[in-house]
C-alpha cells in the first residue's frame, strides 16, 4: 500500500469515534444550520486532479497555496478561481505558510526539512537537525507576529525515505524563533502532533494530537514556550484554522467547527475520503477553502478567518 494511503487509512481509524455521526453529504444540505456558513451556500468542487491535497495558506491578496505532496508541488487558487501550478520540486512540501514578507514556510519532509521558499522561488533551508537529529518530518506550521515559527514534527513512513525508522523517539511540537538557527523543543508531550494554528495576536496556541484524539489550547510565553496547556476538546485533526470570530476549524471527516468556548457549531461534509486541511481566502477572505485528498473545494461563508 501506498505510504500516502498508509497515513490516511491510519488518521481515519484514529478518529473513528467523532466521524461516525457525520456522514457524507453534499450540496447544502444541512448547512444553514450552521450559523458561520453564508446563508444558502453549497459546497464547490473546484478540481479533483490532484492525488494528495495539504498546506493551504493565503498570501495578502488572497490568492491561496496549497500543496499536492505525492505529486510534489505547491498549487495556488487566485481571487479569479484560477488554479496554477506554483512550483515543482518543492521538498515534498507539506504544511505551508506565508510570512509577512510573503515567502511560503514550507514542510519539506523529502528530507525531513523546514524551508523558506520566495516569491521568485528561491529555497533556503531553514531547520533540518535537533540537537543533530533529523526530524521525524515536518508537517504543519504557523507564524507568530514576531516572525517565529511553530511547527509539528510526527512521523509518517514515506515511500521515498531510505529510512525506516525516526531519529528521535518522540514526536514533538518545535518553535524557532525570528533570526534563529536552533529550534527550541516546547511541547514533548504528545504521541503525534500534526494540526497547529494560534490567535493573530499571538497569545494562545492549538495543537491537534491525532493518535490520541485530542486537541489542546496554550498560553504563549514572550520568549515563545508555551505554558498552561489546557485539553480543548476531545477530538484529533489534520489540520486547522480560525476565524475572526475566535472559533476553530478541524479537519477529517469534513470540517467540524467549534467556538473559542469549545462548544460544536456544527461539522461541514465534504465528500471525499478525508478532509486534509483548511484556510480563508479570496479578496474578502470569506472563501473556506478545503484540501481533501483528490479534490479542493470552496464554501462561502458568514465570517471571515484570521489569516
Not at 531547520?127 to 514576531?146: C, E, I, S
Not at 525515505?161 to 525570528?178: F, G, I, R, S
Not at 498560553?219 to 489540520?239: H, M, P, V, W, Y
Request: aromatic letters at 12%.
Amino acid at each position: 500500500m501506498n505510504a500516502w494511503y498508509k497515513k490516511q487509512t491510519l488518521v481515519v481509524a484514529l478518529l473513528t469515534s467523532f466521524t461516525a455521526a457525520f456522514g457524507q453529504q453534499s450540496g447544502n444540505a444541512g448547512l444553514d444550520s450552521i450559523k458561520v456558513v453564508a446563508r444558502g451556500a453549497a459546497l464547490r468542487q473546484v478540481s479533483s486532479q490532484f492525488t494528495f491535497t495539504e498546506g493551504p495558506t493565503v498570501d495578502k491578496k488572497g490568492t491561496i497555496y496549497f500543496t499536492d505532496q505525492p505529486n510534489d508541488k505547491i498549487w495556488t487558487y487566485d481571487t479569479d478561481g484560477k488554479l496554477a501550478v506554483f512550483m515543482d520540486k518543492t521538498g515534498r512540501s507539506n504544511g505551508l505558510y506565508i510570512d509577512k514578507a510573503g515567502n511560503l514556510i514550507a514542510c519539506a519532509d523529502l528530507k525531513n526539512e523546514l524551508w523558506s521558499i520566495s516569491p521568485t522561488k528561491e529555497v533556503k533551508v531553514l531547520l533540518a537537525t535537533y540537537q543533530g537529529h533529523r526530524f521525524n518530518g515536518p508537517n504543519d506550521v504557523w507564524l507568530d507576529p514576531k516572525g517565529g515559527i511553530y511547527f509539528t514534527d510526527p512521523f509518517y513512513e514515506r515511500s521515498y525515505w531510505e529510512h525506516k525508522e525516526p531519529d528521535m523517539a518522540k514526536q514533538n511540537v518545535y518553535y524557532l524563533p525570528k533570526g534563529k538557527t536552533e529550534a527550541q523543543l516546547v511541547d514533548s508531550d504528545l504521541k503525534q502532533p500534526n494540526g497547529i494554528v494560534g490567535t493573530p495576536d499571538g497569545k494562545y496556541l492549538y495543537v491537534a494530537d491525532i493518535r490520541d484524539s485530542k486537541t489542546y489550547k496554550y498560553e504563549i510565553a514572550k520568549d515563545g514556550s508555551l505554558t498552561n496547556r489546557q485539553l480543548f476538546i476531545s477530538q484529533g485533526s489534520d489540520g486547522m484554522t480560525l476565524d475572526k470570530q475566535g472559533n476553530l476549524y478541524l479537519t477529517g471527516r469534513g470540517v467540524t467547527v467549534y467556538n473559542s468556548a469549545g462548544k460544536k457549531l456544527g461539522n461541514i461534509p465534504v465528500p471525499s475520503r478525508w478532509v486534509g486541511n483548511v484556510c480563508f481566502g479570496g479578496k474578502d477572505r470569506n472563501l473556506l477553502f478545503i484540501t481533501a485528498t483528490e479534490s479542493v473545494y470552496t464554501l462561502d461563508m458568514a465570517v471571515k478567518g484570521v489569516e
